[in-house]
């Protein structure tokens, strides 16, 4: 296939990723080719709840990219750069959010630079209702609110399911009057804003994760590494 990525590293064979890895810690989603990037593949790791951006290529041209894709990291999760380490990234309310940082880390790598999340309202795809969010403070801290502009008979169900989806791909959680909350109960209104749209289309968003895997498998399982998590 012609790609360089860190399968084409002969440190690998010789023992010397190991200790990379030991610093950065787990592999929480690869991105096997950047195609903005001479195809190199792109890892998120976190340790400690810090997250490092990392390719195993050398190279300016790779340095960069890394560079630029931390700046996406911010600029779309409102992630900060670590107090204590410059190179590694943070979520201010200290914890991982590791399940939002796939879906974060595929944004910031496959879309182009000038991408942002749609704003509200978004279209649904299964009615006709135009999706939106409002937030405030509530009893479980920072709490956001479907909203839907139009009608559709089917809108109960809709918003149960997306209820369902804002729980399964952002592990939020639900209040007694139906507000969701991330599970840190601050405020993270980029990250529901990047959620809603993936929320709103459960059957695509599974087939993606499963080409996802199947790919994650095929070029990291080869070598011996556990697959991304
Ligand atoms: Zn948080």
Redesign the pocket.
């Known amino acids: 296939m012609g790609q360089k990525n860190q399968l084409d590293d002969p440190r690998l064979l010789k023992g010397k990723v190991l200790p990379i890895l030991e610093k950065i810690g787990k592999c929480i989603h690869l991105i096997s080719i950047d195609k903005f990037c001479e195809d190199i593949s792109v890892g998120l790791y976190e340790k400690n709840e810090m997250m490092t951006v990392w390719t195993f290529t050398k190279g300016e041209k790779a340095a960069s990219r890394i560079q630029q894709i931390k700046e996406r990291l911010i600029d779309l999760g409102e992630l900060s750069t670590s107090t204590t380490d410059k190179n590694k990234l943070v979520?201010?309310?200290?914890?991982k959010?590791t399940s939002l940082l796939k879906f974060l880390l595929r944004l910031a790598v496959e879309k182009p630079v000038e991408y942002k999340h749609p704003e509200y309202p978004v279209k649904d795809l299964r009615s006709n209702l135009m999706l939106g969010a409002i937030s405030q403070k509530g009893p479980n801290g920072w709490e956001y609110k479907l909203t839907a502009q139009g009608e559709a008979a089917n809108q109960n169900s809709r918003f149960r399911a997306i209820t369902k989806g804002l729980i399964r791909y952002g592990s939020l959680e639900q209040s007694s009057d139906g507000s969701m909350y991330?599970?840190?109960k601050?405020r993270?209104d980029k990250l529901f804003q990047m959620l809603l749209p993936i929320a709103r289309n459960v059957r695509g968003v599974e087939d993606e994760l499963e080409a996802d895997a199947m790919r994650g498998q095929m070029t990291t399982g080869t070598l011996g590494f556990s697959p991304p998590v």
């Open positions: 979520f201010e309310c200290g914890e959010h991330f599970s840190c601050t993270h």
